[in-house]
C-alpha cells in the first residue's frame, strides 16, 4: 500500500477513467466545423445550442487525463471506500470545491471541470459546483515577463524570443521550423509555415519589421535532425521555459495595426467588447484575418491576445 490506499485499487480506478476519455478522442477532426454544425443544427430545429463535447487533441487528452489522475487520488485519501471511478462521481463537487478555496483560477476551475465532464460523459454544471465566471481581466500568468520564467542569462533566449514575436508561432510550432519554412511573397514580405495542433498548418505573415532578421536567422541557424527524420533549427531547449503568450500578444497587436494600415480586410463592422472590455471596439475583419493567423477561429479568443493595444 501507498498513500493509505492498495495500489492496485488506485491503477484499476484511473484505468477506467482513462478508457472513459479514450472514447471521447476525436483527433483528426475538426472542433470549430462540429461547433458550427452543431450551431446550424440549432438554428435548423430551434432548439437549444448543445455543447460540443470531445478530445481533439493529445494536449486535451493529457490535460484530462492529468486532471482525473489527481481527482483520483485525492478521493481515494478521503473516501477509501469507492471502488469504481463511478464511485468516485459524488465526489466531484467537494474536490473542485477545495481547488477553489486554495486560489485555483476560474480559467484552470473551467478546465478541471471540462476534464471531469469529459470522463464521466456529462456537463459542467451536472456535478452541482458552480463554475466561477471567467473573465479575460484575470489571465495573469502569461501577459508580462517574470524573472521566474526567464531566469539569466536571458540571451540565450533572445534570438528565439524575436522569432516568435514576429512569426507567433506556439511553442511546438516553433520547434518544427525548418529552413524550407520560410519564403518570400510576391509583395517582398515574409511567410512561415507553421505547423499546429489538430493538424492545423499553412503559411502566415511573418511581420515585415522583422524581415532581416528573420531571414538572416534562418539562413544562419545551424540545423539538427529530429526524431522522424527532419533536419529543423530550433532545438526545444532554445525555446523561453516561461509562457510565450506575451510574444503572441505581441505579433497579434502587430497584425493587427498592419492590416489596420493596409486597409484592405478591414469590414467596417465593430465587434463591441463586453465584461472587462466593454467600451472596446475593433474591426471584425480585422480581428478574423489576426485569428486565422494566429491558428484561431473565434473572434473572441483572439480578443485575449490584444491587450497591449489598450
Keep these: 500500500m501507498k498513500g493509505g490506499f492498495p495500489m492496485g485499487k488506485k491503477s484499476n480506478i484511473i484505468h477506467e ?15 470549430h466545423a462540429a461547433k458550427e454544425k452543431a450551431r446550424e443544427e440549432a438554428k435548423r430545429t ?3 445550442f448543445k455543447q460540443v463535447h470531445g478530445i481533439y487533441s493529445t494536449n486535451t487528452y ?24 463511478e464511485d468516485c462521481r459524488r465526489y466531484v463537487r467537494d474536490f473542485l470545491q477545495e481547488k477553489e478555496d486554495k486560489g485555483l483560477s476560474a480559467w484552470s476551475l473551467h478546465a478541471y471541470a471540462s476534464a471531469l465532464a469529459c470522463a464521466y460523459g456529462c456537463n459542467k454544471d451536472d456535478f452541482g ?15 508580462d515577463f517574470r524573472s521566474s520564467d526567464y531566469r539569466s542569462p536571458e540571451e540565450k533566449w533572445n534570438d528565439v524570443k524575436t522569432i516568435i514575436r514576429a512569426t507567433g508561432g506556439r511553442r511546438a510550432e516553433i520547434s518544427k ?26 503559411w502566415y505573415p511573418v511581420l515585415p519589421q522583422y524581415k532581416d532578421f528573420v531571414k538572416e536567422y534562418f539562413d544562419k541557424a545551424p540545423t539538427y535532425t529530429s526524431a522522424n527524420g ?25 497584425l493587427y495595426k498592419y492590416y489596420e494600415d493596409r486597409g484592405d480586410v478591414a469590414s467596417g463592422k465593430l465587434y463591441h467588447c463586453r465584461k472587462d472590455m466593454a467600451g472596446t471596439s475593433y474591426d471584425k475583419g480585422i480581428l478574423a484575418k489576426v485569428s486565422e493567423d494566429l491558428g484561431h477561429h473565434r473572434l473572441d479568443v483572439v480578443i485575449s491576445y490584444l491587450y497591449k493595444l489598450k
Excluded: M, W
Aim: one cysteine or more; glycine letters at 6%.
Design 17 to 31: 477513467a482513462k478508457k472513459n476519455l479514450q472514447k471521447q478522442c476525436k483527433y483528426g477532426q475538426s472542433k
Design 230 to 254: 527532419e533536419e529543423r533549427i530550433i532545438r526545444k531547449e532554445q525555446i523561453p521555459s516561461g509562457s510565450i503568450h506575451d510574444l503572441r500578444a505581441s505579433y497579434a497587436c502587430e
Design 129 to 143: 459546483y458552480d463554475v466561477p465566471e471567467r473573465s479575460r481581466k484575470d489571465i495573469i500568468r502569461c501577459r
Design 177 to 202: 521550423y525548418r529552413k524550407e519554412d520560410l519564403r518570400e511573397r510576391e509583395d517582398g514580405n515574409l511567410e512561415i509555415f507553421r505547423r499546429g495542433k489538430n493538424k492545423i498548418q499553412g
Design 46 to 48: 430551434g432548439e437549444k
Design 62 to 85: 493529457d490535460l484530462y487525463s492529468s486532471v482525473c489522475k489527481s481527482f483520483i487520488i485525492h478521493t481515494l485519501e478521503n473516501h477509501k471506500e469507492v471502488r469504481k471511478f
